[in-house]
């Protein structure tokens, strides 16, 4: 297991601060979500996490310890992160990105070992792309793709995830199928997971944590059926919806109103005076 805490961290792109003063443990061995609205800093939070940005203040703890000053092998031995959009090398093959997960465990001492090999293999059988692994990167559609940055990211075979709209390009039997994944490996092998999600219903249907961004921090956390309604939806997105059980596995489902339409409504109510 790795404990990984945000500690009065502060986060800033220049003098924009994107968050202030945020204390966060992200719940070991759970499913957690991120939510906002665009440009909350969902992403920014996730990156500092994962030590690919550096803190204006306080600090990410992995372990107990300031990630500012953990190796970088070190880091990426317990916790491994797939971006927003990641562009690979011109060229290069599905196998040898889902191979370049297992880097933390090379060294000119350590060789290419069966780990190695069976934590590449089971990466490319879990995200279905055993058949595609010698096809370019390049040359695969956008869910393919992704599925191959999901399965690097699997290879690399940490205690902890983290993934920024992993379900981002994927049509809807891909995006379920990613998420049961996920699920799956976090039921079978306790794996920790922190992604952004921007599916309001699916973040409510797979997080056990579910946590809102809004203004430089945390608006509201916990599970999501304790922590969504109307209200909550109304504040982090400036959305009027309704929320119902999901008829499925009665987590919060969003229906979101049209202003359009209730304005179109509204107008055919007018009686019309002859
Ligand atoms: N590299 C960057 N340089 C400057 N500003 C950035 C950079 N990345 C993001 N921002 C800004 O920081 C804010 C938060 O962005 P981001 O974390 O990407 O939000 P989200 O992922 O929630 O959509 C936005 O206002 C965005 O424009
Ligand atoms: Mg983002």
């Known amino acids: 297991m790795t404990k990984l805490t945000a500690s009065n961290l502060s986060l800033a792109y220049g003098r924009q601060l994107i968050i202030d003063n945020l204390d966060f443990a992200v719940p070991e061995g759970r499913i957690t979500v991120l939510i906002g609205a665009n440009g909350s800093g969902k992403s920014t939070l996730l990156r500092a996490l994962a030590r690919l940005m550096k803190p204006e203040a306080g600090a990410v703890l992995l372990d107990g310890k300031d990630i500012a000053h953990t190796s970088t092998k070190e880091v990426a031995r317990k916790l491994a992160m797939l971006p927003q959009g990641p562009v690979a090398p011109e060229g290069i093959t599905v196998l040898q990105l889902v191979k370049q997960g297992r880097y ?24 279905g792309m055993t058949p595609l692994a010698e096809r370019p990167v390049d040359a695969l559609s956008g869910g393919q793709r992704q599925r191959a940055w999901i399965a690097m990211t699997l290879a690399q075979g940490t205690a902890t995830v983290l993934l920024d709209e992993p379900t981002t390009y994927l049509d809807l039997t891909h995006q379920i199928e990613i998420l049961d994944l996920l699920y799956t490996l976090n039921e079978r092998e306790g794996r920790t997971v922190v ?35 109307a209200e909550l939806i109304r504040n982090v997105f400036e959305l009027d919806a309704h929320i119902i059980p ?3 596995y009665g987590t919060p489902l969003c229906i979101p109103a049209s202003q359009a339409r209730r304005a179109q409504e509204r107008q055919a109510a007018v009686p019309v005076h002859a």
């Open 195 to 229: 992604m952004v999600l921007h599916d309001m219903n699916l973040a409510c249907r797979y997080a056990h944590h579910l946590v809102a961004v809004k203004d430089r921090g945390i608006y509201a956390q916990g599970a999501p059926g304790d922590i969504v309604n």
């Open 104 to 127: 933390p465990y090379q060294s000119w001492l350590q060789q290419w070992s069966e780990a190695d090999e069976r934590a590449v293999r089971a990466a490319l059988e879990a995200t």
């Open 246 to 248: 999901d008829p499925l």
